[in-house]
């Protein structure tokens, strides 16, 4: 296995270490979460990279790739969720296209055929990363900061989650638009897939 594979299992493996993490109520645990999360996202770049400069762009890197950004993202926001820091809808609609895109695309592979990442598909991954990573920030500063007496308002703000709300929005109908977009580009294929 070369290193952009195993890059791209690490992220995988790296998903349910972050979510223990993060669900431990300790700062150094959430501390642990948010490095764990941004390595596991960087992996992200790196497989890339060594893949294309090394000339080892493989089958199982082109399917793996995406389905371990969708693992680790919707780690990161079923935990959110489960701490009170996102919309449980939201996240529902961002998991199920995530899920319903990936089962395309292993129906069509099945039939032997790929159905690569589009450019924007990139840039709807990086968006969810930089929510989350944000996020998770926020949630340890206030894990750290709080129990040493800085109750600041944005801690406790309803504008926070709003701010959030806002983050998660926006990342949502990206989400939503390149599952569309995916679906609308692939019809063809799609067709031949559902047979």
């Given amino acids: ?7 791209t299992i690490a992220r995988i493996a790296l998903s349910p270490v972050f979510m223990a993490l993060i669900l431990i109520d300790d700062t ?62 939201m996240v529902i609609v961002i998991v199920g296209r995530e899920f319903l895109i990936t089962g395309v695309r292993s129906m069509a592979a099945y039939r032997g055929m790929l159905i690569v990442p589009s450019f924007w598909a990139r840039i709807k991954t990086v968006l969810q990363m930089l929510t989350i990573s944000v996020i998770l920030l926020f949630v340890y500063l206030k894990a750290m900061l709080v129990p040493l007496g800085y109750h600041w308002v944005i ?41």
């Fill in 155 to 195: 801690f406790e703000s309803q504008r926070t989650i709003l701010v959030f709300d806002v983050m998660m929005g926006i990342t949502m109908v990206v989400t939503v638009a390149t599952g569309v977009d995916y679906l609308v580009r692939h019809a063809a294929l799609l067709k031949n897939v559902i047979r």
């Fill in 28 to 89: 150094r645990a959430k501390l642990a979460s948010l490095v764990v999360f941004v390595i596991a996202a960087l992996t992200d770049l790196g497989d890339g990279y060594f893949a294309r400069r090394s000339g080892r762009i493989t089958g199982f890197g082109k399917f793996m790739d995406p389905l371990a950004d969708k693992i680790l993202a919707s780690t990161a926001l079923i935990s959110l969720v489960a701490l009170g820091y996102v919309r449980g809808w």
């Fill in 1 to 7: 296995m070369n290193l952009p594979n195993k890059l």
